[in-house]
């Protein structure tokens, strides 16, 4: 073979494979960045002092497990009943007002769980407007009748359940819309009632996106910060904050982060498990759509109950509540102090979306072009940080970037006599670093369902033609995938806006966002001016969620 036909085939060799090698070591970059915090809180949690946590074990631990199980218990049955029930009413029924509630059942996953406390606080709590009519029709005094109490147990637990049930409904009626009329129409056959064929055969057949469903509500249960810090519910994660800026014990903090951080993992793990254990086919060669019924009489009533009420309380009532308690404010959205939180929320959430987004297409492109061991490794780490609180992840990592930054600063003063301070620690890009890991793998999902569309045969076209990946990647996937990446781009930001316990304990000095600003009002009880930033946060919410209802509507 001549010199010049050995050079043209390295040179093809390379055209074919070259290029991966950056896709690799960025995706296991990203990885590694995404497994830190566990490794972290690990360590500290292994190596840190136990006085602290003996005295918890002693004290507060068994109410904070008693506390955090029952929060989870009490969510999951209360996610699972309206989600399933009402997935399965505007999938298989008709009744007056369906196709309105197959898009408005998802409008309360705009809400995030905090928002809807303060909201429900402010008419229900003693001074509010339902106990004070109360007292004011009958008479009563404050001792002369029993309410329930919104900051409890179950009051969190109610207002949980009204935002996060949307997860099980979207899960459960796509389930429910795959399915077959055989079976069911089988069931129906051989005797059995309507409720009988739906409880003995859809709810088996639909278990593992019912799960999953479930699943998602509980870890977004045991994250949630924000709503239990206000109602005052102890669970792991106001310890972990209490430990950290109360006790000022890191080494406490990060043992009891690694609990919440075990308990995440298991139902991580679980939720993997359960998706991909249980399976079912169709019988036949095509899949015939069940028919739905017209419900009449009291099922109607029923029916129209079920999906309404979540859609009232869940949304319709705390935006009322909220609009009417920013306009008796002193809260001025406009003024240049409103606009600061504002801006520091919008650059956070739109770094933060860009660099969240761009990371998923490293990973995302690597396990497309060499799907093997090492890239699902690199895409399954990178995913785990969706189950990690994010209290749990600003402590792990705080504790080494400031554990970096002070043996810098020993070193520069011992060797140069200069003080570097905090390079890391406190600044803008290590919690822009925590919202990727919390948020990738939505980022990651969004672009593989959109990169799933792009059929083998483009790639081998685009390398035949001596295209690189890169090339491949810039000229082919991206102009396909656009409107995958521009939804997850919406997803991650407004799931940074949201976002309350890492940007608590990561934010740079005097840097505040309308999440943290909302917190703050409402601790000090200043629930009117806690709506104005809550509506805000609400409004930008509801961009992805439009979007989501614009697909249920075309579905």
Same mark, same amino acid.
């Given at each position: 073979?001549?010199?010049?036909?050995?050079?043209?085939?390295?040179?093809?060799?390379?055209?074919?494979?070259?290029?991966?090698?950056?896709?690799?070591?960025?995706?296991?970059?990203?990885?590694?960045?995404?497994?830190?915090?566990?490794?972290?809180?690990?360590?500290a949690?292994?190596?840190g002092?136990?006085?602290?946590?003996?005295?918890?074990m002693?004290?507060?631990?068994?109410?904070?497990?008693?506390?955090?199980?029952?929060?989870?218990?009490?969510?999951?049955a209360?996610?699972?009943?309206?989600?399933v029930?009402?997935?399965?009413?505007?999938?298989?029924?008709r009744?007056?007002?369906?196709?309105?509630?197959?898009?408005?059942?998802?409008?309360?996953?705009?809400?995030?769980?905090?928002?809807?406390?303060?909201?429900?606080t402010?008419?229900?709590?003693?001074?509010?407007?339902?106990?004070?009519?109360?007292?004011?029709v009958?008479?009563?005094g404050?001792?002369?009748?029993?309410?329930?109490?919104?900051?409890?147990?179950?009051? $969190? !637990?109610?207002m +949980?359940? *009204? &935002? #996060?049930?949307?997860?099980?409904?979207? %899960? /459960?009626?796509?389930?429910?819309?795959?399915?077959?009329?055989?079976?069911?129409?089988?069931?129906?056959?051989?005797?059995?009632?309507?409720?009988?064929?739906?409880?003995?055969?859809?709810?088996?057949?639909?278990?593992?996106?019912?799960?999953?469903?479930?699943?998602?509500?509980?870890?977004?249960?045991?994250?949630?910060?924000?709503?239990?810090?206000?109602?005052?519910?102890?669970?792991?994660?106001?310890?972990?904050?209490?430990?950290?800026f109360?006790?000022?014990?890191?080494? $406490? !903090?990060?043992q +009891?982060? *690694? &609990? #919440?951080?075990?308990?995440?993992?298991? %139902? /991580?793990?679980?939720?993997?498990?359960?998706?991909?254990?249980?399976?079912?086919?169709?019988?036949g060669?095509?899949?015939?759509?069940?028919?739905?019924a017209?419900?009449?009489?009291?099922?109607?009533?029923?029916?129209?109950?079920?999906?309404?009420?979540?859609?009232?309380?869940?949304?319709?009532?705390?935006?009322?509540?909220l609009f009417?308690?920013?306009l008796?404010?002193?809260?001025?959205?406009?003024?240049?102090?409103?606009?600061?939180?504002?801006?520091n929320?919008?650059?956070? !959430?739109?770094?933060?979306?860009? &660099?969240?987004?761009?990371?998923?297409?490293?990973?995302?492109?690597?396990?497309?072009?060499?799907?093997?061991?090492?890239?699902?490794?690199?895409?399954?780490?990178?995913?785990?940080?969706?189950?990690?609180?994010?209290?749990?992840?600003?402590?792990g990592?705080?504790?080494?970037?400031?554990?970096?930054?002070?043996?810098?600063?020993?070193?520069?003063?011992?060797?140069?006599?200069?003080?570097?301070?905090l390079?890391?620690?406190?600044?803008?890009?290590?919690?822009?670093?925590?919202?990727?890991?919390?948020?990738?793998?939505?980022?990651?999902?969004?672009?593989?369902?959109?990169?799933?569309?792009?059929?083998?045969?483009?790639?081998?076209?685009?390398?035949?033609?001596g295209?690189?990946?890169?090339?491949?990647?810039?000229?082919?996937?991206?102009?396909?995938?656009?409107?995958?990446?521009?939804?997850?781009?919406?997803?991650?930001?407004?799931?940074?806006?949201?976002?309350?316990?890492?940007?608590?304990?990561?934010r740079?000095?005097?840097?505040?966002?309308?999440?943290?600003?909302?917190?703050?009002?409402?601790?000090?009880?200043?629930?009117?001016?806690?709506?104005?930033?809550?509506?805000?946060?609400?409004?930008?919410?509801?961009?992805?969620?439009?979007?989501?209802?614009?697909?249920?509507?075309?579905?």
């Amino acid at each position: 073979m001549s010199d010049t036909q050995t050079y043209a085939s390295k040179r093809s060799a390379r055209g074919k494979t070259g290029g991966t090698g950056i896709f690799a070591f960025a995706s296991w970059a990203i990885a590694l960045a995404c497994l830190l915090p566990m490794i972290a809180v690990a360590i500290a949690a292994l190596t840190g002092g136990t006085d602290t946590v003996a005295s918890l074990m002693n004290t507060v631990m068994p109410r904070y497990a008693g506390t955090t199980i029952a929060l989870v218990a009490m969510v999951a049955a209360g996610t699972l009943a309206i989600g399933v029930g009402a997935a399965w009413f505007v999938t298989m029924t008709r009744f007056p007002g369906v196709r309105f509630f197959e898009v408005a059942l998802v409008l309360p996953l705009a809400f995030p769980g905090y928002v809807l406390a303060y909201a429900y606080t402010f008419v229900l709590d003693h001074p509010g407007i339902v106990q004070t009519t109360l007292r004011d029709v009958t008479g009563w005094g404050p001792r002369d009748y029993w309410f329930p109490e919104v900051r409890s147990v179950g009051g $969190a !637990a109610v207002m +949980l359940v *009204l &935002v #996060l049930y949307p997860y099980v409904y979207l %899960l /459960a009626r796509a389930a429910f819309l795959q399915q077959s009329a055989g079976a069911f129409l089988a069931a129906r056959a051989l005797g059995k009632s309507s409720f009988e064929a739906f409880w003995k055969v859809s709810l088996p057949m639909a278990r593992p996106a019912i799960a999953s469903g479930v699943l998602l509500a509980i870890m977004e249960t045991i994250a949630d910060f924000g709503t239990v810090a206000y109602f005052g519910v102890q669970t792991f994660a106001t310890g972990i904050y209490t430990s950290w800026f109360s006790m000022a014990d890191r080494a $406490a !903090a990060a043992q +009891l982060a *690694l &609990v #919440l951080l075990g308990f995440a993992l298991t %139902l /991580a793990v679980l939720e993997r498990t359960t998706r991909g254990a249980a399976r079912y086919h169709q019988a036949g060669k095509q899949a015939t759509r069940m028919p739905p019924a017209d419900l009449k009489g009291v099922h109607r009533v029923l029916a129209w109950g079920l999906c309404a009420i979540p859609v009232l309380l869940g949304f319709l009532l705390p935006v009322i509540i909220l609009f009417d308690m920013g306009l008796e404010s002193e809260q001025n959205l406009f003024s240049k102090r409103y606009v600061g939180f504002l801006q520091n929320s919008v650059m956070l !959430a739109a770094v933060a979306a860009c &660099v969240t987004v761009c990371a998923a297409v490293l990973i995302g492109f690597y396990l497309r072009v060499r799907p093997g061991r090492p890239a699902a490794s690199a895409a399954y780490a990178a995913r785990l940080g969706y189950a990690v609180p994010g209290g749990v992840i600003a402590v792990g990592l705080m504790v080494p970037f400031a554990a970096f930054d002070n043996a810098l600063d020993a070193w520069m003063r011992a060797t140069f006599d200069i003080s570097t301070g905090l390079l890391v620690t406190g600044s803008i890009w290590l919690l822009v670093a925590a919202y990727m890991v919390r948020f990738l793998a939505a980022a990651l999902g969004a672009y593989e369902g959109g990169l799933s569309t792009v059929h083998s045969n483009m790639d081998a076209a685009a390398r035949s033609l001596g295209q690189s990946p890169i090339g491949m990647l810039r000229r082919v996937h991206l102009p396909i995938v656009t409107p995958s990446l521009l939804t997850a781009l919406l997803i991650v930001f407004v799931d940074v806006m949201k976002e309350l316990p890492a940007t608590l304990i990561m934010r740079p000095f005097n840097f505040d966002t309308l999440a943290v600003q909302a917190y703050r009002l409402a601790s000090d009880e200043r629930l009117e001016g806690a709506a104005v930033p809550s509506l805000v946060i609400v409004a930008v919410g509801l961009l992805p969620v439009i979007l989501i209802c614009r697909q249920v509507g075309r579905r």
